[in-house]
C-alpha cells in the first residue's frame, strides 16, 4: 500500500470500535483462554508494559512497520520476533511515553518523530505476568533504524501488503513457555514466524485495517 493513501485512511482508523478479543482469540490455541481465566488474581498485580506497532514510509514510499527479533537469553521472550516497547519505567509519566521512550532505545527512531494514532487493547502475558498495552503509530519519513546491540538481535521491517494478505496466516507447532509442544495460530512475515502475544496484537491491527481501507 502506497503511505499516502495509508495516511488519508488515519481518521478511519481512529474512530473504528476496537475488535479487542474477537481478534486476539483468533490467534490463540485452545488452553490460553481457560489459562486466563484461571489468572484473574495475577492480572490484577501484573506488571505494565507498552509497545508501539510503527508504520512508515519505506524508500519505495509503500507502507511497512517494525518489528525485532530478541536476543537469546534466559527468559521468556528468548529469541522471539515483536514490537519495539518496554516495561513502565519511573521516569515514565505514562505507558504511551514508556512505549515511545523503548522504541527509540531499541531501534533507533527519535521520540519526537512518532506520533500517536490510537492505542490498541491491551494483552496479558501469562509466563511473565505483563499486561502489554500497544499504541498504534506511524512516522512521515524513512527511518534510519539502529538496534540495541544488547537486546535486539534483528530489525524487521515488514510490508503491509504482506502482513495483510491471509496467506501470512499460518499454523506453527511451538515449544511453549511450560516446555509444552503445541499447534499454534501464527503470521509468517519475512520469513519470522510470529505467534503469541505479538500475533494477537497483530491479529488486532489486520481486523482494524480490514474495515478502514481496500488494499492496493
Given at each position: 500500500m502506497n503511505f499516502d493513501t495509508f495516511l488519508e485512511s488515519i481518521s478511519k482508523i481512529k474512530n473504528i470500535p476496537l475488535p479487542a478479543e474477537s481478534?486476539?482469540?483468533?490467534?490463540?490455541?485452545?488452553?490460553?483462554?481457560?489459562?486466563?481465566?484461571?489468572?484473574?488474581?495475577?492480572?490484577?498485580?501484573?506488571?505494565?508494559?507498552?509497545?508501539?506497532?510503527?508504520?512508515?514510509?519505506?524508500?519505495?514510499?509503500?507502507?511497512?512497520?517494525?518489528?525485532?527479533?530478541?536476543?537469546?537469553?534466559?527468559?521468556?521472550?528468548?529469541?522471539?520476533?515483536?514490537?519495539?516497547?518496554?516495561?513502565?519505567?519511573?521516569?515514565?509519566?505514562?505507558?504511551?511515553?514508556?512505549?515511545?521512550?523503548?522504541?527509540?532505545?531499541?531501534?533507533?527512531?527519535?521520540?519526537?518523530?512518532?506520533?500517536?494514532?490510537?492505542?490498541?487493547?491491551?494483552?496479558?502475558?501469562?509466563?511473565?505476568?505483563?499486561?502489554?498495552?500497544?499504541?498504534?503509530?506511524?512516522?512521515?519519513?524513512?527511518?534510519i533504524f539502529r538496534k540495541q546491540e544488547d537486546e535486539v538481535e534483528a530489525i524487521i521491517e515488514v510490508p503491509l501488503h504482506s502482513f495483510l494478505d491471509d496467506d501470512a496466516l499460518i499454523k506453527k507447532a511451538v515449544k511453549t513457555s511450560y516446555s509444552v509442544e503445541v499447534e499454534v495460530p501464527a503470521f509468517k512475515l519475512n520469513e519470522h514466524t510470529v505467534w503469541g502475544a505479538t500475533a494477537m496484537m497483530l491479529s488486532e491491527i489486520k481486523d482494524l485495517f480490514k474495515q478502514a481501507f481496500v488494499v492496493t
Open positions: 481478534s486476539h482469540f483468533k490467534m490463540v490455541p485452545p488452553f490460553r483462554r481457560e489459562l486466563l481465566r484461571q489468572q484473574q488474581n495475577a492480572i490484577r498485580h501484573a506488571k505494565q508494559a507498552g509497545v508501539v506497532a510503527l508504520f512508515y514510509p519505506g524508500r519505495d514510499n509503500k507502507t511497512y512497520f517494525v518489528l525485532i527479533l530478541r536476543k537469546t537469553y534466559e527468559g521468556v521472550h528468548s529469541a522471539q520476533v515483536g514490537f519495539p516497547g518496554g516495561k513502565l519505567e519511573e521516569q515514565d509519566e505514562s505507558l504511551q511515553q514508556a512505549a515511545i521512550r523503548e522504541t527509540f532505545e531499541e531501534v533507533g527512531v527519535p521520540e519526537n518523530t512518532i506520533e500517536i494514532i490510537r492505542d490498541l487493547s491491551k494483552v496479558y502475558i501469562p509466563p511473565s505476568n505483563f499486561y502489554v498495552f500497544p499504541y498504534l503509530g506511524f512516522a512521515h519519513d524513512t527511518p
